[in-house]
């Protein structure tokens, strides 16, 4: 089993950057498949990027691409987010699956979630 909790969420101001990070309180990441989702407001939740726990085959949402990036350092995950617009506002939640589950950026691959963090761009 593992623990998630997201941290670094706040307000900022349009073209600014956060830096969110996910950690896990046990276990290793190595194994897994992370992935960061977010839910806008009026929107259903959706992945916004998904990496291996080694750090590699990160993968973007077309909304987010070339201003987000994703990486991890141990057992924390990251998730930079650059130029941030009105838009980006929204919970930011970190997520991890074993790899047997699959990589795929949907809800349905991964078991273990953290509560969230919200992100407000104004």
């Known amino acids: 089993h593992v623990q998630l909790v997201e941290s670094g969420g706040g307000p900022v101001q349009p073209g600014e950057s956060l830096r969110l990070s996910c950690a896990a309180s046990k276990g290793r990441y190595e194994r897994y498949c992370m992935a960061w989702f977010r839910q806008r407001p009026g929107k259903k939740r959706e992945g916004v990027a998904k990496?291996?726990?080694?750090?590699?085959m990160a993968t973007y949402s077309d909304s987010v691409k070339d201003r987000f990036r994703i990486s991890v350092n141990g057992n924390t995950m990251y998730l930079q987010l650059g130029s941030l617009q009105d838009d980006d506002t929204g919970m930011y939640y970190c997520a991890a699956a074993p790899v047997g589950n699959g990589c795929g950026l949907v809800e349905e691959y991964f078991p273990y979630w953290g509560r969230g963090t919200q992100v407000t761009v104004s």
């Open positions: 990496i291996t726990a080694l750090g590699d």
